[in-house]
Structures are given as structure tokens and as C-alpha cells.
């Protein structure tokens, strides 16, 4: 049997590939990477980390706004906001510093050896960076993924971005059309629009179906109020312009409209970057992505994929866990993914975010009947709220989400966006099978909600748990107040009150 000089080589030093070099090390592995560009890969880039910091920008940009003259605040002058300003901070700051970060930690104080430059595989056992040859005993494929273009004239006009473009801006668009109401594409028009950008939104078919109703109509009865456009069953026929993007033009129900921008970011998914492994004859899919089994082996044996490469579902905690599992395995340790464990989501709705995970409340019915919703606010929001005046109905819609900034303010002053709240229970096992929340601070705690759900936590477990108080995530006091009903019903009134945007 040959001796290789590395136990593998993990192709590709992203959230996938340094994770799993770094897991690989410390049991007692001998890894390389082959990175090109940084480590860490995208998500600093461009995506999470990056997203971010503008969602921060985003928050602060709408809340002077808001705050502007109210109360105690003096009266702004907000026509320096500045979106491709704030961006080129993250530029000269955020990407280098993450960058030097991420090299620090893997080289220096893990001791993992990197290859810098763009790897050629050679074969399953050699890859060749500025032309010296490495070997290993495995090969991890961890490539990542790139925004997936669809085929529309006028695709490649100036004025057509995608992810990858926002970090660049060097001007603010002034109307901007996203296609595409994913969770990327949703964030970004929430994180465009406080920018005095004109945002609508086009989507083929629902934006986004995988969310509860609830926080679907908390987003978009947010978005109305703030002029972002929304619409859905569009089917995208040009991008028209002469010598830049000009307008969208659509057909929607039938009729041809025309969406006047100068601006389009497109954000319709992710293709796998797996054409480096092609020749090496592992199977790939109908999205591009690399075909694993559940412990991250490809057909061909001693290849691996992990991460984005390895297709969906496209998050940082399935990129560094796919690494994990890989790693374990080619140490002789056997694992699997774990699909009982589920997996949180969120998306950035400048000043809050929506998080959620388990099951909606529509799946939940379909798979328990009649469930109990713990929820806050209960029933419709006013329509025309009045900066610092109290409202009759107030205990209907208004119980305040303490989050970690500002919530209160957004409730106080007239904002009616100061949160929700809802935990799904099935009444029979008294088990809990979902959580969502759009508020501020409570994306933490959705992380162990995540193992609560898998463990099969029950209501009565929760109303044991020590609250801190005042908490962004309601669960453990809002829970206590029925568990002690010994056949659980939820609070008196559970009609639901009808309110889609
Ligand atoms: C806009 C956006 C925002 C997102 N935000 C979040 C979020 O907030 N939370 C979350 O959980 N997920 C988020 N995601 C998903 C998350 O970013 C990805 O799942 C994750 O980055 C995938 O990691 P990866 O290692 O597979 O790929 P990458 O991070 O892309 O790493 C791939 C690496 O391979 C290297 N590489 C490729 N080819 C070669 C070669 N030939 N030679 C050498 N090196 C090579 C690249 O340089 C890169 O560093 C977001 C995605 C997008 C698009």
C-alpha cells in the first residue's frame, strides 16, 4: 500500500473544507488544504458574515430614520445614508480582517498545513498548486456553490448582480429589482429598501413557501408599509436596456408588465461548483451537486464531498457538520448525518429577524390534527399606528418582544413591529414539533431549541427551565402559563384570525 504524505487532501478551504481539515487534525489526522482565495471561503466574502454586518447597517440605517424627532431624539439629517458606503467598510475592513482571522486560526493555532493557489486534481490521490505536486490517501471535494444564472435575455447587462456583487457596489441603485423572494432574496430587498432604494420583488411561484404563515404576513405586511413591492407567479421574459439595465419586463397573470430599475439583483439558488471532480468519475446530480451518501462518500471510494458541493440544503452548519462527518470517517470513526436533528433558519428583515425551526403550523396540522399555538401578538396588527399614542386593542396585538435592542421602541413608537412569537405543540404527546419568531435576539436560542425539538421536549419540561428575564424569546414563561392544564388546549381563544397580505 503506497504511503501518502497526507491523510487527505480537502479541496477547497470554506466553511466545509477548514472545518473539516481542523476536525480531521484533531483526531489525529494529517490533513492539507488547497485554498485559491481565503479561508472561511464565501460566507465572509460575501454571504453570512457579510450579510451580516449590512443587516446591521440596514437596522441602524431605518432606525434613525424612524427615530428621527421622536421623544428625546434630535431631528436627523439623513441624506448622507449611504449603502455603497457602508458596504466599502465591510470591503477594506471586514474581508481583510476576517480573512487574516481565518488564516491565523487554521495555520497558527491549529497547526493545519495549507497549500495557497488553485488546485488542479490530478487524480484521486494528487492535486497540483503552482506546480508542485501533493498527495494524499483521500480526496475531500469541498468547491463550494455560485449563484445560479437564469437564462433571460439581457442577462448579462451592467446593472445585473448577484450575492456576489453586493460587497462591490461603489453607487447606490435608485430602484432595484430582485428576482427571485427566497430568504436571500427577501433579506436583501428588507436590507436594500432603508437605503432610500425603491425595492420590488419578483418571484415565479411563492416567496418564501417553506415559512409559517404567520411570518410570511408579519414580513410582508412589513414590506407594504415601507413601500417594498412584492409579486409572485411572475414569469421573468427580459431584462431590457441599451447598454444597461433599464427595466424587468414580465408577464404576470397573463399580462405583460414592466418593472422600470437600474438595478437587478438576481437570486434564484445555487449551482454546485462539482465540475472539478467530474473527471474523476463521481456521480453528480440534476443541480450540478456531488452525490454523497449519508457519511459524505461519493461512489468513487476514498472521495469525499462536503458543504455547498455536495447540494443543498445551503447552510454553515451543514458545511462544517458534512466536514466533521467525513472527517470522522476516513479516522475509522463511522457517522452519519444526523436528519432527526433539525435545522434553524433565518432570514435578516432590517431592525429584526425572522427565525424558525421544525415545523410550520400548516405542517404541523397535516402531521398532528389539531395542535396548541403559544403565541404572541394573537389576531390582526392596527393599520395605521401612531408614533407614541396607546391604542384600544393594544392587549390583542401589542405584548411587547423584549429583544435585544430596540423592540420596545418599535412597539412604543408606533412601529407595530415589535415582534411574534409561536411555539406549535402536539396536545397529545405535549411535545413541542416548532418554533418561529421575527424579533431581535432570539436567533441564539433557536440554535438548542433545534436539540429540545429532537429530544422530544414537552411543554412541561420548558415551564421548569430558569427564564432570563426579560428575554427576546418568550417560550419558557408564555409556555408556563397553560402547562398545567392537564388536557392541554393553549390559551382560551384559539381561532385563527385570518390575516394574508
Ligand atoms: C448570500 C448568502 C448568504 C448566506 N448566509 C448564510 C447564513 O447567514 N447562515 C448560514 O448558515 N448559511 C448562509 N449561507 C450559506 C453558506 O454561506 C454556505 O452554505 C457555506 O458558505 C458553504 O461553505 P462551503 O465550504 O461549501 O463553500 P465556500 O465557502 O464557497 O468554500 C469553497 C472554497 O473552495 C475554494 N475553491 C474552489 N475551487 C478551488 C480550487 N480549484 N482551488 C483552490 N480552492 C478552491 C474557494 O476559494 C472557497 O474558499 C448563505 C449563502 C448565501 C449565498
Not at 461548483?273 to 467530474?278: L, P, R
Not at 402531521?367 to 399614542?389: A, F, M
Request: a neutral charge.
Amino acid at each position: 500500500m503506497a504511503n501518502y504524505e497526507f491523510d487527505a487532501i480537502w479541496f477547497g478551504g470554506g466553511a466545509a473544507g477548514r472545518f473539516g481539515a481542523a476536525f480531521h487534525k484533531a483526531l489525529g489526522g494529517k490533513p492539507l488544504i488547497v485554498e485559491k482565495k481565503c479561508l472561511g471561503g464565501e460566507c465572509h466574502i460575501n454571504r453570512c458574515a457579510f450579510e451580516n454586518f449590512f443587516a446591521d447597517q440596514a437596522s441602524m440605517a431605518e432606525l434613525l430614520r424612524l427615530y428621527s424627532g421622536k421623544s428625546w431624539y434630535p431631528n436627523l439629517d439623513l441624506s448622507s445614508i449611504s449603502m455603497a458606503k457602508a458596504v466599502e467598510t465591510y470591503r477594506k475592513v471586514g474581508q481583510k480582517a476576517f480573512a487574516d482571522t481565518m488564516k491565523h486560526q487554521t495555520e497558527i493555532q491549529l497547526n493545519v498545513e495549507v497549500a495557497w493557489g488553485e488546485g488542479k486534481i490530478i487524480d484521486k490521490n494528487t492535486v497540483e498548486v503552482n506546480g508542485k505536486i501533493y498527495k494524499g490517501k483521500n480526496l475531500v471535494i469541498g468547491a463550494g456553490s455560485r449563484p445560479t444564472m437564469p437564462d433571460i435575455p439581457g442577462i448579462d447587462l451592467p446593472g445585473v448582480m448577484t450575492y456576489r456583487d453586493h460587497p462591490e457596489i461603489r453607487k447606490d441603485p435608485k430602484k432595484m429589482v430582485v428576482i427571485g423572494g427566497g430568504k436571500i432574496g427577501i433579506g436583501k430587498a428588507a436590507m436594500f429598501a432603508p437605503f432610500n432604494i425603491e425595492v420590488t420583488v419578483l418571484e415565479k411561484y411563492t416567496c418564501l413557501p417553506k415559512w409559517d404563515r404567520d411570518v410570511r404576513n408579519y414580513i410582508f405586511r412589513d414590506f407594504k408599509r415601507r413601500g417594498i413591492k412584492i409579486y409572485e407567479g411572475v414569469d421573468v421574459k427580459e431584462i431590457k436596456g441599451k447598454g444597461k439595465v433599464e427595466a424587468v419586463v414580465t408577464e404576470i397573470e397573463g399580462k405583460i408588465m414592466e418593472f422600470p430599475c437600474d438595478t437587478v439583483m438576481v437570486s434564484v439558488g445555487l449551482t454546485p461548483n462539482s465540475e472539478v471532480a467530474k473527471p474523476l468519475g463521481v456521480k453528480v446530480g440534476k443541480e450540478n451537486e456531488i452525490i454523497i451518501d449519508k457519511g459524505c462518500r461519493t461512489n468513487v471510494p476514498g472521495i469525499y464531498a462536503v458543504g455547498d458541493v455536495a447540494g443543498s440544503p445551503y447552510f454553515m452548519a451543514v458545511a462544517r457538520k458534512r466536514g466533521m462527518v467525513a472527517a470522522k470517517n476516513m479516522m475509522g470513526k463511522e457517522a452519519q448525518w444526523d436528519d432527526s436533528l433539525p435545522i434553524p433558519d433565518h432570514i435578516y428583515v432590517p431592525p429584526l429577524e425572522a427565525t424558525m425551526v421544525g415545523l410550520t403550523e400548516a405542517e404541523a396540522r397535516e402531521k398532528y390534527g389539531d395542535v396548541v399555538l403559544i403565541q404572541v401578538p394573537w389576531g390582526p396588527r392596527p393599520k395605521d399606528p401612531h408614533p407614541e399614542e396607546y391604542y384600544p386593542g393594544f392587549e390583542n396585538w401589542s405584548l411587547p418582544i423584549c429583544g435585544r435592542t430596540h423592540t420596545l421602541n418599535l412597539l412604543f413608537y408606533g412601529q407595530g413591529r415589535n415582534g411574534l412569537m409561536k411555539a406549535i405543540v402536539d396536545p397529545i404527546s405535549r411535545k413541542y414539533v416548532g418554533f418561529h419568531s421575527v424579533g431581535d435576539g432570539a436567533k441564539d436560542g433557536f440554535q438548542y431549541l433545534s436539540y429540545l425539538l429532537k429530544i422530544g421536549w414537552t411543554i412541561d419540561q420548558m415551564s421548569e427551565l430558569h427564564e432570563i428575564f426579560l428575554n427576546p424569546e418568550h417560550f419558557i414563561q408564555l409556555s408556563r402559563l397553560v402547562a398545567g392544564q392537564e388536557e392541554l388546549k393553549g390559551y382560551a381563544a384559539q381561532v385563527y384570525l385570518e390575516e394574508d397580505f
